[in-house]
């Protein structure tokens, strides 16, 4: 018996030498609140400090907590306290994560950011820096916990703004709501129990309501009425009858109402909302002093689609860019064939700084401002600065670079058209019949990597391809971009892949349209696939 009352009183927890030394496992479910997580969304924002300098330098000349990281402050300044240029912030706190998983966190700026998640450095833009891969701004977070973050920025000149954003698992970016965000404190204060908080509207007085007040005060100033005495009844009598005149007199100029009526000028508000013809389309951009195109190391071979385009253009293909609505008026000069663009390096806003290409991201330094010059030349100048401008310069010079403009002739451009080539269409590629809305066909299919795929568009559409292997990795994409109604056919050069099947995936507009195309490779004594057999 005394057996079985031990084993009973270990198998309940009863014991606590016992339970110190061993953790005990119920043999039966907890229940549902045990498993229930923390409630989120009761964060605040952060605890920011403003600095009057770019190096976060000293004591902070303004404290406070802001509830969202987006901010778009332009050209003015985020505080009276602060300069329009050339001034720093640090936001610290705790993060909480709805889900858990992997995070990716993104800083939309043109200036300089360093961010901090769990003590992880995942963004480092400072001092000119490049974030090398996108996997470096991952955390692992847990729902229910709190973890320590860390974002400082620094704008040096021109616009100024940042909006702090995460990828959760499955979702698409947003910024953090300020329901996750927490200022400093102990990573283990729990959340309040039962839902967070809403924010209820202030209360606005309804004209009802302050007319009540405006009523009861004459009441109240009527009450030395009633104290008539006989003995100085004219007395009343004269006052009252002083101030009625003088209330008819002052209500009298109404007769002013006319002069507010001024005739509209619709005439200059039509010119001004005129937009800008649009630039849109492939150049060759040449400078005016020497006559040299605009050419940018970009450190790789050029593509097929490039060869060509150049070959009938007559120029080399690293000198040519696509120019795109980026939107406000500006655009981006993408090189063709990659998803690089012309930026600033670094978003610097000094004088002399170096162009170079980069993977777009949105940034002020890669958006564009292209104005007349004058005579069918142009100045290209980058959002993030107002009055520098791109500039030719030889290698003595600096190179290509970003200087104050001063209508030098190196620093005017000219959009030298070029026609993309149209690439032959393969023999027996119309006889293929196509699939799906847009009549897609590929040709050959088995092929050795090249091969050519044909659409038709009914109307002018954006539009992109993607290929998947067998485990449904995308292992080649293109661009996304408008194309011209009609037909139309690429050449896609695949040979760098290993043999077998694939998925090609063409998406117009919102219309997808996936295709089984299979690549295989030629032995010894069997003929190239498409090639051509004599008998």
């Not at 769990?118 to 470096?136: C, F, H, I, P």
């Not at 329901?179 to 283990?188: F, I, K, R, T, V």
């Not at 002739?409 to 027996?428: R, S």
Request: contains cysteine; glycine residues 8%; charged residues 20%.
């Amino acid at each position: 018996m005394r057996y079985l009352l031990f084993c009973s009183a270990l198998g309940l927890g009863l014991t606590n030498g016992l339970q110190a030394a061993a953790p005990v496992f119920p043999l039966w479910p907890l229940p549902a609140a045990a498993h229930s997580l923390p409630v989120q969304g009761w964060g605040t924002g952060l605890t920011a400090s403003y600095f009057n300098n770019g190096s976060l330098a000293g004591a902070p000349v303004l404290k406070r907590q802001d509830a969202l990281i987006d901010f778009k402050w332009g050209a003015a300044s985020p505080a009276p306290e602060l300069p329009a240029d050339n001034f720093s912030v640090r936001w610290e706190g705790l993060l909480a994560a709805p889900t858990t998983g992997r995070y990716r966190f993104v800083a939309v700026t043109s200036d300089e950011v360093r961010l901090w998640v769990n003590g992880k450095k995942v963004l480092d833009t400072w001092d000119g820096k490049k974030q090398s891969s996108l996997d470096d701004a991952t955390v692992t977070l847990a729902a229910g916990e709190k973890t320590t973050i860390k974002l400082e920025y620094n704008d040096a000149d021109g616009n100024a703004g940042i909006q702090l954003q995460w990828v959760a698992p499955g979702q698409a970016p947003q910024v953090i709501p300020s329901g996750n965000l927490y200022p400093l404190g102990s990573p283990m204060t729990p959340d309040p129990a039962g839902p967070p908080p809403v924010a209820k509207p202030k209360a606005v007085p309804t004209p009802t309501a302050a007319a009540k007040p405006a009523a009861t005060k004459p009441v109240a100033a009527t009450k030395p009425a009633p104290a008539t005495k006989p003995a100085t009844p004219a007395k009343p009598a004269a006052k009252p009858a002083a101030p009625a005149p003088a209330k008819v007199a002052k209500a009298a100029p109404p007769e002013k109402a006319p002069k507010p009526v001024k005739p509209p000028k619709p005439a200059k508000e039509v010119a001004e909302a005129t937009p800008p013809a649009d630039l849109s389309g492939l150049y060759m951009l040449t400078v005016r002093s020497t006559g040299r195109p605009l050419k940018v190391d970009q450190g790789r071979p050029a593509t097929r689609a490039e060869q060509l385009a150049a070959a009938a253009a007559g120029v080399k293909e690293d000198a040519q860019w696509r120019i795109e609505p980026a939107g406000e008026g500006l655009y981006r000069l993408v090189s063709p064939g990659s998803n690089k663009v012309l930026e600033v390096l670094g978003s610097s806003t000094s004088n002399g700084a170096p162009l170079s290409v980069w993977t777009y991201y949105s940034g002020y330094n890669q958006r564009w401002k292209i104005e007349d010059a004058g005579e069918g030349y142009y100045k290209l100048t980058p959002k993030h600065v107002r009055k520098k401008v791109l500039t030719y310069g030889d290698s003595l010079q600096g190179g290509l670079q970003q200087l104050k403009y001063t209508a030098a002739t190196n620093q005017q451009w000219k959009l030298v058209p070029v026609k993309p080539a149209e690439e032959p269409i393969l023999a027996g590629a119309p006889a293929v019949p196509g699939v799906g809305a847009n009549n897609m066909s590929v040709y050959p299919n088995p092929s050795n990597g090249v091969m050519q795929m044909s659409y038709n568009l009914s109307e002018a559409r954006p539009l992109g391809w993607v290929l998947y292997n067998q485990n449904g990795a995308a292992v080649r994409v293109s661009d996304y971009r408008k194309q011209a109604a009609g037909a139309h056919h690429q050449t896609l050069d695949f040979t760098g892949l290993p043999a077998g099947d694939y998925y090609l995936s063409l998406t117009v507009g919102i219309t997808n349209t996936r295709q089984l195309i299979s690549i295989r490779r030629p032995t010894a004594d069997a003929p190239e696939v498409g090639a051509a057999t004599g008998k």
